[in-house]
């Protein structure tokens, strides 16, 4: 069984503003702390209203580094494109959006250009915001043929090409890996509905046995994981 807290809201107004708050009690901490903060944002459609609130947080943007945990091949001005939303939201307030992608690379390649940009920040990472969808994925771990190499490169990122190629955003990707990930000080998991509460509960529970992508990674968490919820 995977330890990890849940906050449960009635709405996704209560939900939002609480997911903006913690995200930025960890970034204040991290700028308290060390003078910057290097964070990772999900992508997806759930994280939108509580980044929205966030954006209005005073903070000091300009010491703030954010990288998407996972991002489709796709051009950035692509509304499929995560770090386009991270950078029209965050850029104007000062903060440094990291793509993860960028050029016209096969997906081994994006993979290994990724690796090397993510060369260029701080290490580890002060918070690691994660989505999950009903398939269990998250960032862009997917269940299938990339998912071992994901749970087990020692890279910070590589290029993934889920099969099947989810219908929402049926794209090959690049995401950050578990090596990557678990080495964040803080794990805050963001989501709605009742078909990804069972999922992610199932996958608590069966943890490193979990066919789920996001059992599989957090089976060997050893940092607080919050987990924000509401119907
Ligand atoms: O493809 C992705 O899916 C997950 C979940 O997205 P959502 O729209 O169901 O919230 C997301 O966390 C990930 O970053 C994204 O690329």
Redesign the pocket.
């Known amino acids: 069984m995977i330890d990890a807290e849940w906050w449960d809201y009635d709405s996704a107004e209560e939900l939002a503003e609480a997911v903006a708050g913690d995200a930025q009690f960890v970034i204040e901490s991290a700028l308290d702390a060390r003078g910057d903060a290097v964070v990772a944002f999900?992508?997806?459609?759930?994280?939108d209203a509580a980044q929205a609130l966030l954006a209005k947080a005073k903070l000091k943007w300009k010491s703030v580094t954010i990288v998407?945990?996972?991002?489709?091949l796709v051009p950035v001005q692509d509304k499929a494109s995560?770090v386009r939303g991270l950078a029209e939201r965050f850029l104007p307030l000062g903060a440094r959006v990291l793509p993860l992608t960028g050029g016209d690379l096969p997906v081994e390649a994006a993979g290994k250009a990724a690796d090397a940009r993510l060369q260029a920040i701080h290490w580890p990472l002060d918070f690691v915001w994660?989505?999950?969808?009903e398939d269990g994925?998250?960032?862009?771990i997917f269940p299938g043929a990339d998912l071992e190499t994901a749970l087990s490169a020692p890279h910070r990122a590589i290029g993934v090409t889920p099969d099947p190629l989810?219908a929402?955003?049926p794209f090959a990707?690049v995401t950050l890996t578990k090596s990557a990930i678990l080495g964040a000080r803080a794990i805050l998991i963001h989501i709605t509905g009742e078909k990804k509460r069972k999922v992610l509960e199932k996958a608590l529970k069966d943890g490193a046995g979990s066919q789920y992508p996001i059992g599989r990674l957090l089976a060997d968490a050893t940092q607080a994981i919050d987990i924000h919820w509401c119907p």
Not at 130 to 133: K, P, R, S
């Open positions: 999900a992508g997806g459609r759930t994280p998407p945990t996972d991002d489709r995560n994660l989505g999950m969808g994925h998250t960032a862009s989810p929402e955003a990707r």
